[in-house]
């Protein structure tokens, strides 16, 4: 007995200071149950590969047989059949696109109202018009520059602007069109852009009005305007070239001025730039390709806030007028003129003229113009222009036709004649009359 308790301390006693590994073996009704499932599944496997094959090479037999006798009608059923699926899968397909597709839609324009709201809650629309017109006495939009706003001003109250204006007299009435497109940031890279669409085709006048939300300066397109596209010059000098699409009454109206090259600049100052281009250009619309004047008017302000929409400016109260007209041998006119009776000293009176002549090419400026406005004797409102330092110049001036009306602002056709050293002669265009 001793010596069995001596020799199991021993071996735990070894077991203890020298341990081990121990091999574990598997149980043996363990290793015959898989050798059983193996068999087992290794009989099923057998028997469904052969069932296959049998009905492989019995329906194969068949097919040989059926097509040994009408070959030509098994290919066509199979086609037949391909054509179908294919079918299937293509509507299934598409139908699932346009489910994605108007799921993203739906997202997109989420995401749009979400920045409409959060941008018209930074401008109120009827206010910005009033504002707008009252500088120089009209909707004032000009210029418009591709600018990054990181490179603009720090201060995120960035303004751009182009206004065109064509004229033309080749047919029996007056054409007349003005669009006008601009830019305003209103918080930090988000930018408003409003567009304005005026003028009359054959005593018939029209207009049209739409703004769209952007995160860039790149000029959108809209529901009246699909193209309106403006290049710089490769050394960046003004000598731009303007493409620009429009909708006019339903009916698509196209034009392309190239070497715009600033002719005039009226503002000069970083925080206000401004600066006026007279050219020519062939404008298409409802089939008919015809020769226009025109006018590019562009502007630029890093504050708008406080150069182009001060807080004051609702207190201005003005009679302005704004002239622009080109005589009979195609040379160029703008008369502006504000008479501002209002206590308000960031928008003082003021008068200033322009002159290019059409084939020298010749430029003036000038700021003693004096406008007197009265009634003629057909009830009809007239106009007498005097600007002494071109040449002495004279001009009379009746409406024609009032293309535009709101309240106290009109925009209309005026023609009349303009004497000067050279002569008399006839002069027509546009004026923007507040009072």
Do not use: C
Not at 33 to 46: D, M
Not at 130 to 151: C, I, M, R
Not at 153 to 176: A, G, R
Not at 299 to 311: E, T
């Amino acid at each position: 007995m001793n010596r069995k308790i001596l020799s199991s301390l021993t071996l735990l006693f070894l077991v203890a200071v020298f341990p081990q590994p121990a091999h574990a073996l598997l149980p043996p009704d363990l290793i015959f149950n898989v050798g059983s499932q193996v068999v087992q599944l290794f009989s099923i496997s057998a028997l469904f590969l052969g069932g296959l094959i049998s009905a492989f090479l019995l329906v194969g037999s068949q097919w040989l047989s059926l097509a040994a006798k009408h070959i030509w009608q098994g290919i066509g059923l199979t086609f037949l059949i391909i054509a179908i699926a294919m079918t299937m899968v293509y509507f299934s397909e598409n139908k699932k696109q346009q489910e994605q597709y108007s799921q993203q839609l739906l997202q997109v324009q989420s995401v749009n109202d979400s920045l409409k709201a959060k941008l018209s809650q930074s401008i109120d629309l009827v206010e910005y018009e009033k504002l707008l017109a009252l500088l120089n006495g009209d909707e004032y939009l000009v210029g418009q520059g591709t600018f990054s706003s990181t490179s603009m001003s720090v201060k995120n109250k960035n303004f751009m602007s182009d206004t065109i204006t064509l004229y033309s007299e080749y047919f029996t009435e007056p054409f007349i069109l003005e669009i006008d497109v601009n830019q305003m940031e209103t918080s930090p890279g988000f930018f408003t852009q409003y567009t304005f669409l005026n003028g009359a085709y054959d005593g018939d006048e029209f207009s049209n009005y739409e703004a769209v939300y952007s995160t860039s300066t790149n000029i959108k397109p809209n529901s009246f305007m699909p193209i309106f596209s403006r290049q710089r010059a490769a050394d960046l000098l003004t000598r731009d070239n303007y493409s620009v699409s429009l909708l006019v009454k339903g009916e698509p109206l196209t034009f392309s001025v190239s070497g715009v090259e600033g002719d005039f600049v009226t503002r000069y100052y970083p925080e206000y730039t401004q600066h006026q281009s007279v050219v020519t250009t062939m404008v298409t619309y409802k089939g008919v390709n015809f020769p226009a004047n025109v006018l590019i008017e562009s502007a630029y302000s890093n504050d708008h806030s406080k150069y182009i929409f001060s807080a004051d400016r609702d207190r201005i109260e003005a009679k302005t007028y704004q002239f622009i007209l080109w005589d009979e041998e195609n040379n160029f006119y703008m008369v502006d003129s504000s008479d501002v009776t209002s206590d308000t000293p960031e928008y003082p009176s003021h008068s200033w003229s322009l002159y290019k002549n059409y084939k020298t090419r010749i430029l003036q400026k000038s700021f003693k113009a004096e406008v007197k406005s009265f009634t003629g004797s057909e009830e009809k409102e007239e106009w007498q222009i005097d600007i002494g330092d071109f040449n002495l110049t004279h001009i009379k001036l009746s409406s024609s036709l009032v293309f535009k009306e709101d309240g106290s602002r009109k925009r209309m056709l005026v023609s009349g004649t303009i004497s000067d050293s050279a002569g008399t002669r006839a002069i027509s265009g546009t004026l923007h009359e507040m009072q």
